[in-house]
């Protein structure tokens, strides 16, 4: 595979569930990015990964818990979500964090419906 | 504070018109990135181009062209003889730098191009 995956592509969980979202980039790069979008607002960065280290948590609610055990994979762990969580979830990636920023590259992303 | 701003909610097209997509955004920053991607129905953002504040000149790529006025703080999109492929949300993002190494980008709400045949 190529490129930036994301699974599932949908997931539909209920406020008391536990579930994960898995990302995978297969372009060799050492950051990756979590996304929040939401209808009519703009994208949310949530979480950076640089080197497998969290370098910028975006005033995340806790029910929300990101893990990066390498620089190829990146896991959101949800738990106790609220409706108002109900979004597409995009993961990214882009070869560093250095400055002048990078293209960073998408994933399909998981549509998450919380009832 | 930095904020990118795409006044077009959704604009609507026939096939082989000339469009153009507006972005406007704000900047406390000397030196910055403007970024523009394209989101088509399967989700994914694609990134379409980079453009530092440095280098006002135009680009083109092929039916697709950016003109970024510092002036005016702009850095409009045009895609000319428009084709329903090109059906997509469009995404106009701004660099911001962190208090840390590193950036984060800033995107607008987007603007949902629709084109007909």
């Known amino acids: 595979e190529t490129g930036v995956t994301q699974t599932p592509r949908h997931l539909v969980m209920g406020m008391t569930n536990k579930k994960s979202l898995k990302c995978e980039q297969h372009l060799g790069h050492n950051a990756m990015y979590w996304y929040k979008q939401s209808a009519k607002k703009p994208l949310e ?24 055990p390498n620089s190829s994979h990146l ?4 738990h106790t979500l609220q409706p108002e ?8 990636s882009s070869q560093d964090r250095t400055t002048p920023p990078l293209e960073q590259y998408f994933g ?8 | ?17 000339d469009v153009t997509l507006d972005c406007v955004y704000e900047t406390r920053d000397t030196t910055y990135y403007l970024f ?16 530092n504040s440095f280098d006002e000149q135009n680009e083109i790529s092929g039916r ?39 950036t984060a ?5 987007g603007t949902t191009l629709s084109v007909s045949s």
């Open chain 1, 85 to 92: 969580d109900s979004a597409l979830y995009l993961c990214a």
């Open chain 1, 108 to 115: 399909p992303g998981t549509r998450l419906t919380v009832t």
């Open chain 2, 105 to 109: 980008l800033i995107f607008g709400k």
């Open chain 2, 1 to 17: 504070a930095q904020k990118v701003t795409q006044a077009q909610t959704e604009i609507s097209v026939v096939e082989k018109e």
């Open chain 2, 36 to 51: 523009w991607y394209k989101q088509p129905p399967s989700g994914e953002l694609v990134f379409l181009i980079r453009r």
């Open chain 2, 64 to 102: 697709y062209s950016w003109n970024f006025q510092k002036s005016t703080s702009s850095f409009n999109f045009t895609i000319t003889a428009s084709q329903v492929v090109d059906s997509a949300v469009y995404f106009c993002a701004l660099s911001e730098t962190l208090n840390q190494a590193g």
């Open chain 1, 45 to 68: 960065l949530m979480f950076v990964y640089n080197f497998k280290e969290q370098t910028e948590n975006n005033s995340v609610p806790s029910r929300f818990s990101p893990e990066c």
């Open chain 1, 75 to 78: 896991f959101l762990h949800l």
